[in-house]
């Protein structure tokens, strides 16, 4: 097991800029300026921002885990995969819930969706995807041996987490602030957790072989 790389404590920046922000009054012009930008694209990355939107909600994301859960039971992968990134995500949104509670920032005024009246900081969508999708990368990489497979993983599991963010954005939802802390929250606690469970792992299975 690799010794925990604290480069990655790098990620706290965003999370202590974010919640800086977030509380600071008023809402600083650069994160109108972010929705006003996406606003510009052309109207047919409407449905499919949307449809990505909803892929990284709460449904989406206990689908997925759900079927990461059980794909691992079946390839008998269960404390290597399915485990640990359920563990992960389970993590993810408690603290996420905290931390809504905690900063009590509102919605942006000029959100698209009405019925998102959960506080806004930071992005649970941001956090919670960026939690799973690097926790699901970070296990596939101790099995994945080929390079160019492990690389396509990377890009994909990294890619996809970010591109939920920024629909969070498209649809005035969060600010960019709430979206930059989501994602550090997430890749965090991802990173911390995986470490923590494979030391608790290696040293039960060494205490067995005692």
């Not at 059980?70 to 389970?90: E, N």
């Not at 969508?125 to 990368?137: C, K, T, V």
């Not at 596939?140 to 690389?151: A, G, P, S, T, Y």
């Not at 991802?190 to 290696?202: E, G, R």
Request: charged share 15%; with cysteine.
């Amino acid at each position: 097991m690799k010794k925990f790389n604290f480069w990655w404590l790098l990620l706290l920046v965003p999370i202590f800029f974010g919640a800086f922000v977030a509380i600071t009054e008023p809402i600083p012009e650069f994160e109108r300026a972010v929705f006003d930008t996406l606003q510009k694209l052309p109207k047919f990355f409407y449905y499919p921002l949307f449809g990505l939107t909803e892929l990284g909600g709460t449904i989406g994301v206990v689908t997925v885990t759900v079927l990461i859960f059980v794909l691992s039971i079946i390839f008998k992968k269960f404390f290597t995969v399915g485990l640990p990134v359920a563990l992960t995500v389970i993590i993810s949104r408690i603290v996420n819930v905290c931390l809504k509670a905690l900063v009590d920032r509102p919605r942006p005024e000029f959100k698209l969706f009405p019925n998102e009246t959960e506080t806004s900081f930071p992005s649970g969508h941001s956090q919670n995807n960026m939690a799973l999708y690097i926790a699901l990368l970070l296990v596939l990489l101790l099995i994945v041996k080929r390079q160019d497979i492990r690389n396509w993983l990377k890009c994909l599991l990294i890619a996809l987490p970010i591109i939920i963010g920024i629909t969070r954005l498209y649809f005035g939802v969060h600010y960019i602030s709430d979206v930059l802390a989501g994602w550090s929250v997430g890749a965090l606690l991802a990173i911390v957790i995986h470490t923590l469970y494979f030391k608790v792992l290696n040293w039960k299975e060494t205490r067995k072989c005692i």
